[in-house]
């Protein structure tokens, strides 16, 4: 073939084909952009949700060294980004006693999670705006973000429910009989929570692990 026309025919191809591979090459990145962002965004979700099942287990006396063995390593990614917090040591701690230790120190150290300070919507604002661009991701990675982030509407729920729950108490009409069903609903609604913020750690957790292996 011609030197001539061998080059015509490679112009004529890469003006042909270069926007294709322009815009493949763009959508990779902006796939691995978007992945990073909700990732990213699912982490400090999940880390803050450990929190919330820490104090909740302080304040239903369920906490155990197997389940502070698993909350330590989501305590301890906050500790790290909070200089000022130290509760990866009380759970070292803690971890050092007896079961019937266990229980005892948190009986002590027992605060009073059960107050909207805690319990919080959880937001997810970076997955909420590239919603319409899980299209570009498979099919296994947009189920698994779908039935997190229904999963985290049905908690989000629960925590609206709790949050209605805790404004009656201060009802000063409120009978005193009705008053005690309203605080063991109260308690039933923190236990749903916590279970509900367990199953969700565990998914997210798996969600990042396989991130890492692909």
Not at 15 to 36: A, E, H, M, S, V
Not at 46 to 71: I, Q, Y
Not at 123 to 129: T, W, Y
């Amino acid at each position: 073939m011609d030197e001539k026309l061998l080059y015509l025919v490679i112009g004529w191809v890469l003006g042909l084909f270069g926007p294709i591979i322009t815009t493949f090459i763009q959508r990779i990145y902006q796939r691995d952009d978007i992945k990073r962002g909700i990732i990213n965004e699912l982490k400090e979700v999940h880390v803050r949700m450990a929190l919330l099942v820490f104090n909740l287990s302080k304040k239903d006396g369920s906490c155990s060294k197997a389940l502070l063995t698993w909350l330590r390593p989501f305590i301890k990614e906050y500790d790290d980004t909070h200089p000022d917090v130290t509760l990866t040591q009380m759970i070292d701690k803690m971890l050092g006693y007896k079961e019937e230790d266990i229980a005892a120190a948190i009986t002590i150290m027992r605060d009073n999670p059960q107050q909207p300070s805690y319990f919080k919507s959880y937001k997810l604002h970076f997955l909420d705006a590239h919603i319409q661009s899980l299209s570009i991701f498979n099919i296994d990675f947009q189920r698994k973000i779908i039935e997190i982030k229904n999963r985290i509407s049905l908690l989000n729920e629960e925590i609206e429910l709790f949050q209605f729950y805790f404004a009656k108490t201060f009802d000063n009409n409120v009978s005193a009989e009705n008053h005690k069903i309203i605080v063991k609903n109260i308690d039933d609604n923190a236990r749903n929570v916590k279970n509900q913020l367990i199953r969700i750690i565990k998914d997210i957790s798996n969600l990042i692990s396989d991130g890492k292996r692909g």
